[in-house]
């Protein structure tokens, strides 16, 4: 089993910036691709990220990466709108990124969550 940690949400005016991260403990050999989601009405997660893809609302804006040898991931959100506020949550599972948007249902392990708050 593999334990994720996020960090680095908070609140920031519309234009601002945050970097989350999480680190993956334990059996990290189920950690080889890693997301980031953000949780929504009814409780789903979506993400906006994938390999190499971000959607057209973040692109430009997010960047996501991962570090396999430290068991890391980032997510650097940048330009921040309001409506990038939410509950964000860290991912990963046992089998490589493949390419294209990422889903939750391919993932098996997952965080806490970290919240984000843009507003002014």
């Known amino acids: 089993q593999v334990q994720l940690v996020e960090s680095g949400g908070g609140s920031v005016q519309p234009g601002g910036s945050l970097r989350l991260s999480c680190v993956a403990s334990?059996?990290?050999?189920?950690?080889?691709?890693f997301g980031w989601f953000r949780e929504g009405e009814g409780n789903a997660r979506t993400s906006d990220h994938g390999?190499?893809y971000y959607a057209d609302s973040v692109k430009g804006r997010f960047t996501a990466s991962q570090d396999s040898a430290k068991n890391t991931a980032d997510l650097e959100m940048n330009s921040l709108k309001t409506e990038d506020s939410g509950m964000y949550y860290c991912?990963?599972?046992?089998?490589?990124?493949?390419?294209?948007?990422?889903?939750?249902?391919?993932?098996?392990?997952w965080g806490q969550g970290t919240q984000v708050n843009v507003s002014s």
């Open positions: 334990g059996n990290t050999n189920n950690a080889q691709c």
């Open positions: 390999y190499p």
């Open positions: 991912a990963a599972r046992p089998y490589g990124c493949v390419i294209g948007r990422i889903r939750d249902s391919d993932f098996s392990s």
